[in-house]
C-alpha cells in the first residue's frame, strides 16, 4: 500500500504542473496575440500609407460616392484640382479654393464661409484629406484582408481627434470603396462609386452667380 506521503506528493505535483502548464498555455496566448498585434498593425500602417501617397499624386480627380446614415440615401461628387475642390451632394454645394470654404445651401440660399480645417479627414468636410492619413491624428490598425481587399480602422490618437474611420479598399489598386464614420454612435457610410482621373479644370466660386444670397462669415 502506498503511503500516505506518497499519495499526498503525487496530488501535489499533478496540481503544480498542471498549474505551470496553464501558466504556460496563457503566456504562449499572450505572446500569439502581441505578434499578431503587431501583424495588424503594420499591416494597417502600410496600406494606410500607400493610400494616402496615391491620392496625394493625383492632383487632379473626380470622386462619385453615396451617403447612407439611417434609412437615408444621398448622392454625391467632387472633383479635385491641386488644393481646390468642388462638391456637389443634395441641395448643398461646397467651394473651396485651399484656404477658404464656401458652402453654398441653395434651398436656404445662404453661403456660408469659414476657413479650411486641414486636418479634418470627413469626406463631407474635407474631401482632399478623406484619404490621406499621412501625418494626421489617427493610428491605423487592419481589421481584416481576403477576397483581395481590406478594411482599416484608424483610431483618435490621445488627445486627437473624436471618432473613428474604417476604410475599405481594393488591396491591388488601392482603390477605396467605402468608408465608414462612427462619431459616439453616430454612424455614417459612404460607398465610393468611382474614382477617376480630371481632365477639366474645376468651377471655382463667384459671388456674382449668388446675388440674392445671404453670406455668413465664420472666419
Known amino acids: 500500500m502506498r503511503s500516505i506521503l506518497y499519495i499526498a506528493f503525487f496530488v501535489w505535483f499533478s496540481g503544480y504542473t498542471t498549474l505551470r502548464a496553464e501558466h504556460f498555455v496563457g503566456e504562449w496566448s499572450d505572446v500569439i496575440q502581441e505578434d499578431e498585434s503587431q501583424r495588424t498593425t503594420l499591416r494597417g500602417k502600410q496600406l494606410v500609407t500607400?493610400?494616402?501617397?496615391?491620392?496625394?499624386?493625383?492632383?487632379?480627380?473626380?470622386?462619385?460616392?453615396?451617403?447612407?446614415?439611417?434609412?437615408?440615401?444621398?448622392?454625391?461628387?467632387?472633383?479635385?484640382?491641386?488644393?481646390a475642390y468642388n462638391l456637389n451632394i443634395g441641395a448643398a454645394e461646397v467651394f473651396c479654393d485651399g484656404t477658404l470654404r464656401y458652402e453654398i445651401d441653395k434651398q436656404r440660399k445662404e453661403i456660408t464661409l469659414?476657413?479650411?480645417?486641414?486636418?479634418?479627414?470627413?469626406?463631407?468636410?474635407?474631401?482632399?484629406?478623406?484619404?490621406d492619413f499621412l501625418d494626421s491624428d489617427y493610428s491605423s490598425r487592419l481589421l481584416w484582408e481576403h477576397d483581395g481587399k481590406a478594411a482599416i480602422c484608424l483610431m483618435p490618437q490621445k488627445g486627437g481627434k473624436t471618432g473613428t474611420i474604417v476604410v475599405t479598399l481594393v488591396v491591388e489598386s488601392l482603390r477605396p470603396t467605402e468608408l465608414q464614420y462612427d462619431f459616439d454612435g453616430e454612424r455614417i457610410r459612404v460607398k465610393i462609386e468611382k474614382v477617376a482621373p480630371l481632365t477639366t479644370h474645376i468651377a471655382r466660386f463667384d459671388r456674382a452667380n449668388y446675388p440674392n444670397y445671404e453670406m455668413i462669415d465664420f472666419r
Open 50 to 83: 500607400a493610400l494616402s501617397e496615391k491620392f496625394r499624386t493625383m492632383k487632379n480627380y473626380g470622386v462619385s460616392f453615396s451617403v447612407e446614415t439611417g434609412n437615408q440615401q444621398i448622392k454625391g461628387n467632387y472633383v479635385v484640382e491641386g488644393n
Open 114 to 131: 469659414d476657413k479650411v480645417d486641414k486636418s479634418n479627414r470627413n469626406i463631407l468636410s474635407n474631401p482632399i484629406r478623406a484619404f
